[in-house]
C-alpha cells in the first residue's frame, strides 16, 4: 500500500468520524469536492500519453442523505458527469473510456458520510473514446459498433444524419488514429470549422466545437 493510499484512508477514516458525530446531511457540493478529490488522486499516464483521470465513479450515501438532496439520481448523475469534465479539463486531462457516474443510496454507509471510488476502465475496443455533443444536448458516441470511422451529413445512409439545409450529403469524417480522433472536410460545399476556424484536416482535442453547415457540436473525449 502506497503513502498517498494510506492518506486516503486515514481521510475517509476522519470524515467518516465527523460524519457520525454531528449527523449533519451531505451535500452536493461536498460530493462534488470528494469526485474531484479521487479524480485528482487517480491521475495516471493514459493510452494516448496524456494524463487521465477515473472515468468510472461510484458515490454511494445513506438513503436518508440521498433523500434530502431533494433531486432524482440520474439527474444528481449527470450534474456529477459534467462537474467532473470540466474539473478534468481545467487540469488538462482526459480519460480512456466513457466517463460514467453511479449515485447509490443504502444503509451500509452511515449517515452524514460518504463513500466515493474511483476507477479506470479503459474501452476494450482499441477505439479512441469520443462524444459529439449536439447543441439539443444530445449525445452521439462515435465508438458505437466499434467503428473507427464516422460519416456526418444530410444523406440518411451516412453515420450521423443532421437536418441541416447547409450541410453537404457527405460532409465530414471522424477518424478514429493511435493519436485521437481526427476530424476531415469531405469537400464539402461550404466548409467544416474548427473554434471558427475552416480546416481540411484537424486532430481534436478536448472541448474544441466543431461547425458542420449551420449546426456546431462539442468534442468530448469521453
Given amino acids: 500500500m502506497g503513502l498517498r493510499d494510506v492518506e486516503r484512508r486515514i481521510e475517509r477514516g476522519v470524515e467518516g468520524a465527523v460524519g457520525r458525530l454531528f449527523r449533519s446531511s451531505v451535500s452536493r457540493v461536498e460530493v462534488a469536492k470528494r469526485v474531484e478529490r479521487e479524480l485528482d488522486s487517480g491521475v495516471r499516464s493514459g493510452l494516448l500519453g496524456h494524463d487521465v483521470m477515473p472515468n468510472e465513479i461510484t458515490v454511494r450515501l445513506n438513503i436518508r442523505d440521498l433523500t434530502r438532496l431533494d433531486v432524482p439520481s440520474s439527474d444528481f448523475e449527470r450534474e456529477l458527469v459534467a462537474h467532473a469534465r470540466a474539473h478534468a479539463r481545467a487540469a488538462e486531462c482526459g480519460f480512456d473510456g466513457p466517463l460514467v457516474v453511479r449515485v447509490m443510496g443504502g444503509i451500509e454507509v452511515p449517515v452524514g458520510t460518504m463513500d466515493v471510488l474511483a476507477r479506470t476502465e479503459a474501452t476494450v475496443s482499441g477505439v479512441v473514446p ?24 444530410r444523406d440518411g445512409s451516412v453515420d450521423l444524419v443532421i437536418d441541416d439545409d447547409l450541410a453537404s450529403r457527405r460532409h465530414a469524417r471522424l477518424r478514429s488514429t493511435e493519436r485521437g480522433w481526427v476530424l476531415e472536410d469531405l469537400e464539402s460545399t461550404n466548409g467544416t470549422r474548427v473554434n471558427g476556424f475552416r480546416t481540411r484536416a484537424q486532430l481534436l482535442t478536448d472541448g474544441d466545437n466543431i461547425t458542420i453547415g449551420a449546426t456546431t457540436f462539442g468534442f468530448e473525449t469521453s
Fill in 130 to 153: 469520443g462524444t459529439l455533443v449536439h447543441p439539443d444536448g444530445a449525445r452521439f458516441d462515435l465508438t458505437i459498433g466499434d467503428a473507427a470511422e464516422v460519416i456526418v451529413g
